[in-house]
């Protein structure tokens, strides 16, 4: 299995609403990734699990709150988010520092 | 010094055509450069990719060009076709989890 899924596809929430985004891989990839991608932008580096603690936060805002179960899942919760957070929130994995990261196919997010 | 330089930022290209897509880079540190192709509303999706030991590396009608001395790369798609319109983005690893994306290149092959 050489697949990365994320649920759900696409979410619409106000902004007093709380919501989760949930990414699984079966690949055995030790690493995870939230990336935020703006339309026409590269992807963008918002966090990064490593053996499922967390390595990098990029300066996220609180209302963005990742969590790691186990190795194979991934969720990012998300809390009085603002319209600009409208985006398409990607995960990827990969193994632990050997290059190639494979993404999922993203959230769809609208704030209204 | 964490720059990826993407050029053209936009390529239209001829069925069966060359595109050709550009990437420079300052850091002589980073040490793996993988291409992604993504279509509207889908997750980018890992192309080809090379080492900084390897001049070029090509998969199907997907050619990687590597210049070490120049720090420049290149994506070369031979034989274009409509269903490669895309966008496609270049990437260094800094080898701490942390990929430095280029900019990306919308790609239009005409039938």
């Known amino acids: 299995d050489t697949e990365v899924t994320q649920t759900p596809k696409h979410l619409v929430m106000g902004m007093t609403n709380k919501k989760s985004l949930k990414c699984e891989q079966h690949m055995g990839h030790r690493a995870m990734y939230w990336y935020k991608q703006k339309a026409k932008k590269p992807p963008e580096l918002m966090f990064v699990y490593s053996y499922e603690k967390l390595s990098i936060n990029e300066s996220v805002p609180s209302r963005f709150s990742p969590e790691c179960p186990n190795s194979s899942l991934l969720n990012l919760h998300l809390h009085a988010l603002q319209p600009e957070d409208s985006a398409l929130y990607l995960c990827?994995?990969?193994?632990?520092?050997?290059?190639?990261?494979?993404f999922g196919p993203g959230t769809r997010l609208t704030v209204l | 010094q964490q720059q990826v330089k993407q050029s053209p930022q936009s390529l239209i290209v001829q069925k069966g055509g060359i595109s050709i897509i550009n990437c420079a880079y300052e850091n002589t540190a980073f040490d793996y450069f993988p291409w992604y192709q993504q279509f509207p509303g889908k997750g980018p999706a890992l192309l080809i990719a090379i080492r900084p030991d390897v001049s070029e590396k090509k998969e199907g009608r997907f050619t990687i060009s590597f210049n070490k001395s120049a720090k420049q790369f290149s994506l070369h798609i031979m034989d274009s076709q409509p269903g490669d319109s895309a966008t496609y983005f270049c990437a260094a690893d800094t080898g701490t989890y942390k990929y430095i994306f280029g900019t990306g290149t919308r790609l239009k092959v005409l039938a």
């Open positions: 990827a994995s990969s193994r632990p520092l050997e290059g190639e990261q494979f």
